[in-house]
């Protein structure tokens, strides 16, 4: 009997023991406000540039609270959100937008990433679009896309999102400056790897 209340307490005990810190506050005003509450985030890894011009995963399923980091390889790449119906665009001037991120790819070959992350915080459960708008190559035209919480059985589907922006002529468009999540120094530098 003594033993068993001893083990409810330790059960009690552990969620303030192993609780995971909350990500990296944002520097951006206005909307993460939440990230002050204790609540452990899951956060969810992108790859920008891996393999070719493609994000990895490209295709994410991610809970209302949770983080989309996204880490970035050579060349030079970025993430933009847009909307589902003009895919290399922003989608309003509040879309995020991470900058750029040159790297240099090493002679030898070995795996590199940026020293800096982008995070976006998953706010709700309506999907989330988003592009690579480095037009050298033309990332965006060329499937360097990707989407959060796609519903598979509306049609509005990463794929038709991804031929959409196949036929998109001009060039991507980006926004004047970082915004809508929080830029900052790599926390998992081996993160995608
Ligand atoms: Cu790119």
């Known amino acids: 009997m003594f033993t068993q209340h001893l083990l409810l307490l330790a059960a009690a005990a552990l969620p303030l023991i192993t609780a995971a810190p909350a990500a990296q506050p944002s520097t951006t005003t206005g909307t993460h406000a939440s990230q002050t509450n204790t609540s452990p985030r899951t956060t969810h890894t992108v790859v920008a540039g891996r393999p070719g011009l493609r994000f990895d995963p490209e295709n994410i399923f991610a809970d209302p609270g949770s983080i989309i980091e996204f880490h970035f390889l050579p060349a030079n790449h970025t993430v933009v959100e847009a909307s ?15 900058g750029f991120f040159p790297v240099a790819r090493p002679a ?17 459960d309506k999907p989330i679009w988003f592009y690579c708008a480095q037009d050298k190559g033309r990332h965006c035209q060329s499937g360097m896309v990707g989407a959060v ?8 589907t990463l794929e038709v999102f991804r031929a959409k ?27 995608g790897f």
């Open 84 to 98: 589902f119906d003009a895919p290399c665009q922003p989608k309003d001037a509040t879309s995020f937008f991470a």
């Open 149 to 156: 919480n796609q519903r598979v059985d509306s049609g509005k």
């Open 108 to 124: 030898d070959g070995s795996a590199v990433q940026s020293g800096e992350v982008f995070q976006i915080e998953v706010k709700d």
């Open 165 to 191: 922006a196949a036929g998109v002529l001009g060039p991507a468009g980006v926004q004047a400056q970082v915004q809508g999540g929080w830029r900052g120094a790599n926390p998992n530098p081996l993160g």
